[in-house]
């Protein structure tokens, strides 16, 4: 069976399972609130949309936006989280690895402290994390002498990261303590409860072309995680792949991050669990994780507005619930990544 072969049928059942689920989902989180939507309402938006009322403006501007986002968010963190464990062959990667979170962390922090407009907030975010990345693809390639090309990457990665997770700090400590000071720490924690429409036009289109891509790529990656000698005796252009996926998995980051603050644990724990449901086969793999990420940021979401009174930031859950399930996964596992 060569690699553009269609997936085992076996998978077919667990797609449709994921699929279902994140359906049910989908309508258990349109539904949650605490301003209730009748059934009414949605026909009347479909047939009447003048006449929907208060409960239509509600689902239209607030709900939809947020959780379109979510899934947007979901699915784009752990394809790009699943990309780069392909690439890197190791399941504990995650997508900030490149730095991207990091410097889109500092965009903000940065746009924040200069008391830019919403807008501008986040394409200093979007750009800063593609500049983080860039510097850090930079420095690897000037290093390339080094030895292993992925593992000087991921070192470069770390210490890119770092410098922009001290200029956050550094932001963060010359803010003003009553106002910006909150507004940069609460960005960081991570939170849908901001997102409009406007938001959502100006997430989709990166989001677009890093999912797109990958997805048309994904079998590439089942050569790319045999290993460099492995990949070029197939007659892969490693190089060339390992670029373009790179650019994927950091718009898709880059823009997650622009639009929600610093949400993490999603890229790492779930490409984990969509590989222990599907196995390693990332034509299979990366469907799966782009449906239970959608699904577990909307579930986390879900707990981050209605668990208490004021709204928990969105960064907070992912954490407490991430951490812990992917020491679960991990003890539970015993079988390789791949």
Known sequence: ??????APAHHTGAMIALTVLFLVIVWWSLALGRYHVPLETWWKLVTAPDDAGI???ILLQVRLPRIAA???IGAGLSAA???YQGIFRNPMVSPDILGASAGAGFGAAAAILLGWSIIGIE???FAFGLIAVGLTCAAAAKLKRMG??????VLVGILVGSVFTALVSLAKYAADPYSKLPAITLWLMGSLSAINPKDLGFALVPMAIGLVPLYLLRWNLNVLAFGEEEARALGAETTRLRWIIIFCATLLTGAAVAIAGMVGW????IP???RMIVGPDYRVLLPASVLLGASYLLLTDDLARSVMANEIPLGIITALIGAPFFLYLMMRSERGWA
Do not use: C, E, K, Y
């Not at 069976?1 to 269609?6: E, G, I, Q």
């Not at 292993?148 to 990457?153: E, G, N, Q």
């Not at 999603?266 to 724990?269: A, K, M, S, T, Y």
């Open 81 to 83: 989280g699943a990309a």
């Open 266 to 269: 999603v890229g790492l724990v």
């Open 123 to 125: 394409l200093s975010s």
């Open 70 to 72: 979510g899934i947007l």
């Open 272 to 274: 984990h669990l969509a």
């Open 148 to 153: 292993d090309p992925i593992l000087t990457l």
């Open 1 to 6: 069976m060569t690699a553009r072969h269609a």
């Open 55 to 57: 409960a239509g403006q």
